[in-house]
């Protein structure tokens, strides 16, 4: 069955980096659009940031840009974020989402499949 | 950034009534207007996307409506699984992103 499973969370101090990944399985990964969203414990969803099919297109949140970075390999049908200079208030459970579109940003509308998600503590 | 905001922030029914959640956008999303439900716990789940297209598996029970910067989420007959919280999600154009709204808790009564 279509399923996505992240890994890489942890506790990490102020400052440093960690590296989460999500593992796809059960559908085209190289065909679709991929996303993270978090969100803070008790909070709401807050997207982090989006990849076209292919890799050539790539958009953050504010909130992230110049600090995380997100990739894919789709040899390994594996969507990776690395996130750098980690701070407090990137506390929360990371989620890796499949869009429903298959094209580039304009036909990513929609978050259909979701993984379990992966908790990020940053904390000294 | 396009502003997305909910209302109710809780809606308290019985199981067997309707509800309706309110989705409100700063400027024009045109159809691109997604809801999710989320139960403790869980992931979210993608209930309707384009504003008005039922996803993969949802109940008919579950419709939405809307286009521009306003949009309704209606459950048409409340089953005890459906109390959890519900978010609605656009895209923009530009700049590039995606937003939530904040949320409205659906609880019993």
């Known amino acids: 069955q279509v399923q996505l499973v992240e890994s890489g969370g942890g506790v990490v101090q102020p400052g440093r980096s960690l590296r989460l990944s999500c593992a796809a399985s059960?559908?085209?990964?190289?065909?679709?659009?991929m996303h993270w969203v978090r969100q803070a414990p008790g909070k709401g969803l807050e997207w982090v940031a989006v990849?076209?099919?292919?890799?050539?297109?790539?958009y953050y949140a504010d909130s992230v840009k110049g600090r995380f970075t997100i990739s894919r390999d789709n040899s390994k049908n594996t969507l990776y974020l690395q996130m750098n200079s980690l701070r407090a208030e990137d506390t929360a459970v990371y989620y890796c989402?499949?869009?429903?579109?298959?094209?580039?940003?304009?036909?990513?509308?929609?978050?259909?499949?979701w993984g379990q998600g992966t908790m990020v503590t940053v904390s000294s | 950034e396009i502003v997305l905001t909910q209302s109710p922030a809780t809606l308290s029914l019985s199981p067997g009534e309707r509800a309706t959640l309110s989705c409100r956008a700063s400027?024009?999303?045109?159809?691109?207007l997604a809801w999710y439900q989320q139960k403790p716990g869980q992931a979210p789940r993608l209930l309707i996307y384009?504003?008005?297209n039922r996803a993969t598996g949802i109940p008919a029970r579950f419709s939405g409506s809307g286009s521009g910067t306003d949009f309704t989420l209606t459950i048409s007959s409340l089953e005890p699984e459906d109390f959890a919280v519900y978010y609605c999600?656009?895209?923009?154009?530009?700049?590039?992103?995606?937003?939530f709204g904040q949320g409205t808790k659906l609880e019993i009564k």
């Open positions: 990849i076209s099919y292919d890799g050539s297109n790539k």
């Open positions: 384009d504003a008005s």
């Open positions: 999600q656009q895209r923009s154009n530009w700049p590039p992103g995606y937003t």
């Open positions: 400027q024009s999303v045109s159809s691109y």
């Open positions: 989402a499949k869009d429903k579109g298959q094209g580039d940003y304009g036909d990513l509308n929609a978050f259909d499949i």
């Open positions: 059960g559908f085209t990964f190289s065909s679709y659009g």
